[in-house]
């Protein structure tokens, strides 16, 4: 039983309290897509669901902003989940000489709603972005595993997802 979810709902839908959140860099500086950042970024997405914040169900690193599609517990604000990931992921960015913009956005995704465009649109995502070739990892790729039992398969099985793809926390050749 998931400790922040205790109801639930079937893996390729949208549960309640789902919610889209976009994270950009100030000016839209780029640089996020490096080894240490993707790193770090994953690293933080497994505590936030540690720390009771967020259920991380896929997300995605790009050059200039992260996209996190997480099921926020009642009654958590959803804020509070993009302050703690920028937050932890902060001292990486000043690192690289960048900082976030001060606002990101979030919106919640309905109850019930089919998962999987969301998913393969943040999976294609580096793809489209040019930052990794059809068939390889991309390590600022997140798919949680539960979900990634039933997304990885029906991404293979497209012929337009040829991407590789790994559940926990990476995109690694399959």
Known sequence: MDPLFPAFPPARVFGPGCHYF????RRGRPGLAVPPVCAEFQAALHLLGLEGVARVRTAVVLAAELHVVAAVPDPCPADRVGMVLQGKLAPSLARLGLAWAPEF????????????????????APFRAGLAAEGEGWAGYHCAERDWRWFGPLIRA???????????TTAAAA
Request: aromatic share 14%; no cysteine; glycine share 18%.
């Open 22 to 25: 976009t994270f950009r860099t």
């Open 105 to 124: 956005s979030h919106q919640p995704l309905p109850a019930g709603a089919d998962g999987y465009p969301t998913f393969r649109y943040l999976y294609r």
């Open 158 to 168: 497209h012929a337009e997802g040829a991407g590789t793809g790994k559940g926990e």
